[in-house]
């Protein structure tokens, strides 16, 4: 059982960012974070992952108890694309701290922490946009989240990206929208923003760093931009309905997570959608950190053939 006094060092070490926490029990004791990497999957993937992680662990504060740590959780970017690389970066933590350590991908740290271990739908939306649920059995059944190249349709990438295109068609001789001036904080004229695109470390968060803008022009009453918004809504609906299945027996609920859906604006427009389609929005309990916090708490979980666990002594 989880001791409330144990100490636990927890990491969500995504693509965009990494962050890292020590906590006991509920109380935070620290935070830090910095840039992301590409994923665990990759070459030298676990390398990557370790060494960032040790890096952002030495930007927390001075004086926190890490010698005291008895466990920890990381919910790492590209996990479901590599057992093996998981398995070897749960042993590589593990062997560092002298604990038991516990690797799970971000989008089943968000669902485990949305949910606090329950069966249900999470649905992701960020720079990527995944639904993960998992049954009763713990089986996963998951709908989209494949990537900027084939999939992640809805998500803040995608947001961003339609707009920018959107300012380009204009440019071109396509519906006016006011996305054409706010272009105008990346490039001087709409004909460089292939060029400014091209030069990005990392392309598909630069598109997605726009999809606010092209939100806040759907609140103000684009046509365009409420077109894209409308959209998104529309197509992270029919994911979560994919991952739901056909709610047999199984009412049909999503808590929603992400950046994205921080925005108010479009948090009513995706619930909206979801209502129309019979799907109820839950709150969620916690997040991917939290979810995160639990593997490394607690084991027998529904989602533990997905959590990749090295060290001994687990608690029962």
Known sequence: MEDPQDVVLVADVGKSRCRVELRRGSELLGAADQHGFP????????????????ETVALLPPGLPITTVTGIGAAVAG????????????????????????????????QLGALQGAPGTALIVGTGAVAFRFDELGVLHRADGWGPYLGDRGSGRWIGQQGLQAVLEAHDGGPATSLSASAGALVESPEMLPGWLAEQENPYRAMARFAPLVLQAAEAGDAVALNIVGEACRILTATVQRASGDGAGNKQRVALLGGVVGSDFFAA??????????????????????????????RGLIQERYIHRDGTNWPD
């Open 39 to 54: 994923g665990v999957h990759v070459d030298n993937g676990p390398t990557l992952a370790f060494d960032l992680l040790l």
């Open 269 to 298: 427009l995706l619930r909206k959608s979801l209502a129309s389609a019979g799907i109820e929005v839950v709150v969620p309990l916690g997040d991917g950190l939290d979810g995160a916090a639990l593997a490394a708490t607690r």
């Open 79 to 110: 996990v479901e694309a590599s057992a093996q690389k998981s398995q070897e970066l749960a042993t590589m933590l593990a062997q560092r701290f002298g604990v038991p350590a516990a690797v799970l991908s971000d989008a089943t740290a968000a």
